[in-house]
């Protein structure tokens, strides 16, 4: 089972710009889909982006959107999230996922923490003001 390793977070003022990276620890070419996932103290897990692993598609919350762009690595061995205009409601711990789930048709469903069945340990983002 592949594993994932986030990095990249750190503290940032606001309005500035962080580049989160989960690197895979083998190949991915079982995977479907990957995805960026945040989550602070007493709150659920809340999506952030995901793409698609093989055509490339992606999906952005609506909060993030203009502001955060999710690519895949070179020889899609990683995922990225370029964040940029940085917000005061934007420090979590971000976690990257994975899932070998075919989410094509239901590409809506990307956007579902229970779709996926590998996760990292997490990156800690803060911003200050």
């Known amino acids: 089972q592949v594993q994932l390793v986030e990095s990249g977070g750190g503290l940032v003022q606001a309005g500035g710009s962080l580049r989160l990276v989960c690197a895979a620890s083998?190949?991915?070419?079982?995977?479907?889909?990957m995805g960026w996932f945040r989550q602070t103290p007493g709150k659920e897990r809340e999506f952030v982006a995901a793409i698609n692993w093989n055509g490339g598609s992606t999906n952005y919350a609506d909060f993030v959107r203009g502001r955060f762009t999710i690519s895949r690595g070179m020889a899609k061995s990683a995922v990225l999230l370029q964040m940029n205009s940085l917000e005061s409601d934007d420090p979590a711990v971000y976690y990257c996922?994975?899932?070998?789930?075919?989410?094509?048709?239901?590409?809506?469903?990307?956007?579902?923490?229970?779709?996926?069945?590998?996760w990292g340990q997490g990156t800690q983002v803060t911003v200050s003001s």
């Open positions: 996922a994975a899932t070998l789930r075919t989410l094509d048709t239901n590409w809506w469903r990307s956007a579902f923490a229970s779709e996926y069945d590998t």
């Open positions: 083998e190949r991915t070419d079982s995977v479907s889909t």
